[in-house]
């Protein structure tokens, strides 16, 4: 609930602000008490709240899978062995239908990237007040707790999937290939001086969509989780407004968090087929 | 939305957690998996041959049936045939033993009614050369009408 001395924008706003680790302006270490102190920290900051919630959940994700890849058995599967089974023959079924070529990395960067994602996402679904309030018993003011509200957590793993684009371009194609998809798409000529002023063109042109693939892929679910969970916080505001105005968002948060789930799920699920289309296409011409 | 080292955490959480999963998790699991789609296509295989086997057998055991059958019936005639064989044999033994005994029969018959005809014979020689003496008395020379008395026997 928003605290009785906090007005909605405040309420918000502190809702919005990660917890942040980093340098004061007096030149000492430690953790921002405000969102101002938190941006004057500027880059050499980090967010214990996304790091910490995203480091859990990733390590949750790997915990059940590796105890169910360990006593894997080949007989009849139990429940853990069955799930993380279908989950898997999912993801390779996705792989199968889009990754053309032969990488064994496609397919558990898929899965990392669909499970991963779906947890923080998941983390949406809890109520906005709860784990902050719990947090604040223990003297910690700032706590955002879906990760891929952070622009960080999802810029970071879309710069992954481009770095591995990137590295894959290159290796299957060779420098000069990729490079040649660069400056020598789409407009071609036989004219080599035409050819000539088309490079740059092509470059621009290439060049963009090239840089747009990452960021797409970072801002599509930022941007998704973000809204989400300010509409969350949105009807968390009207808890305060009245009983009639509570009981409404109780139900609003009912729908939403219903609807949410198909968010959840369907960020997850294009962000790995997106990754996983990039990745064909960097092992592929074009 | 600050852009802040959280960023290179992030990526390089991603980058260990792909490489976790690679290792640990997809390897392992797709191994198995994989193992399984074997062992199941194996015993399909396996399943599918027992099929197979079983309608040889099966047309087999009809095969061996139906020649036991054969040899059945086989033994069956030829034992039939036998048999008649020796009821034949049977009958025509007791046909020749019956015709044996019976001309045996029949010489013994025959020795014995000249034996008694013969001592009939003589009997009524005997006899009639008595009755002669009696009827004739002295007349009669015995030895001279020996040759009639005789005559007269062997008529009868």
Partial sequence: ?286 | MNINLTLFGQLVSFGVFVWFTLKYVWTPMMGALEERRNGIADSLSAAEKGKHDEVLARQHAKEILMEAKNQASEIKAQGEKRASEIVDEAKEEARAEGERLLTAARAEIDQEVNRVREQLRERVATLAVAGAEKILQREIDAAAHKGVVDSVANQI
């Fill in chain 1, 1 to 286: 609930m928003a605290g009785d001395t906090l007005t909605s924008s405040e309420y918000i706003k502190h809702h919005l602000t990660n917890l942040t680790f980093g340098q004061h302006a007096d030149g000492s270490w430690g953790i921002a008490h405000s969102a101002a102190e938190a941006a004057q920290m500027g880059f050499w900051a980090i967010h214990l709240d996304t790091m910490f919630w995203s480091l859990l959940l990733g390590g949750l994700f790997l915990y059940f899978f590796k105890k169910a890849a360990d006593t894997v058995t080949t007989g009849v599967p139990g429940g853990l062995q069955n799930f993380c089974e279908w989950i898997i023959e999912f993801i390779d079924e996705s792989v199968r239908g889009s990754f053309t070529s032969k990488n064994v990395l496609v397919a558990p960067l898929a899965l990392t990237i669909f499970i991963w994602i779906f947890l923080m996402n998941l983390m949406d679904l809890v109520p906005v007040d709860v784990i902050p309030l719990i947090a604040g018993w223990f003297g910690i003011h700032f706590m955002k707790v879906v990760p891929t509200t952070d622009p960080n957590a999802t810029f970071g793993m879309a710069i992954g999937v481009f770095g591995l684009m990137l590295f894959y371009s290159i290796k299957v194609k060779g420098f000069k290939g990729f490079m040649g998809e660069l400056t020598f798409m789409p407009f071609t000529s036989g004219n080599p001086v035409v050819q000539a002023i088309f490079i740059p063109i092509n470059f621009l042109l290439e060049f963009v969509s090239l840089i747009a693939k990452p960021v797409s892929l970072a801002l599509r679910l930022f941007g998704n989780m973000y809204a989400g969970e300010m509409i969350f916080i949105l009807i968390a505001i009207m808890y305060n407004a009245g009983v009639i105005l509570g009981l409404f968002g109780g139900v609003l948060q009912l729908g939403w968090a219903i609807f949410h789930i198909l968010i959840i799920t369907l960020q997850a699920f294009i962000f790995m087929t997106l990754a996983i289309v990039y990745m064909d296409m960097a092992h592929n011409e074009h």
